[in-house]
């Protein structure tokens, strides 16, 4: 069974940055794409970015272009999201979750508890 944990998560003020990390057992993360996704308060579940499985490919959706950084370390079974520049509509639980693209992100069912991530002054 696949277990996903997120961590890294805070409260951080506009403009300020912080690092999401999710550790991944039960399965050989060389093998899948992989992705995060958020929800921001009384919205829907959104697609952010994803990374192919050897990270020679990454997308992001246009909101955070130029902003976040999907990497990964397969030896250490691990993906992370570093978030700069962040705005107040990055505000959401943030998931970290298998597949690659849009699609199967949001529909994936392997996903975390989440990370929060607040953007406030």
């Known amino acids: 069974e696949v277990q996903l944990v997120e961590t890294g998560g805070g409260l951080v003020q506009p403009g300020g940055s912080l690092r999401l990390s999710c550790e991944v057992s039960?399965?050989?993360?060389?093998?899948?794409?992989m992705s995060w996704v958020r929800q921001a308060p009384g919205k829907g579940l959104e697609w952010v970015s994803s990374?192919?499985?050897?990270?020679?490919?990454?997308d992001y959706v246009d909101s955070v272009k130029g902003r976040f950084t999907i990497s990964r370390d397969n030896a250490k079974n691990t993906l992370a999201l570093q978030m700069n520049k962040l705005k107040t509509e990055d505000t959401a639980l943030y998931y970290c979750?298998?597949?690659?693209?849009?699609?199967?992100?949001?529909?994936?069912?392997?996903r975390g508890p989440g990370t929060q991530v607040t953007v406030s002054s």
């Open positions: 979750t298998l597949g690659w693209g849009r699609v199967a992100a949001t529909t994936s069912s392997a």
């Open positions: 990374i192919f499985t050897d990270g020679s490919k990454v």
């Open positions: 039960g399965l050989a993360q060389a093998k899948v794409p």
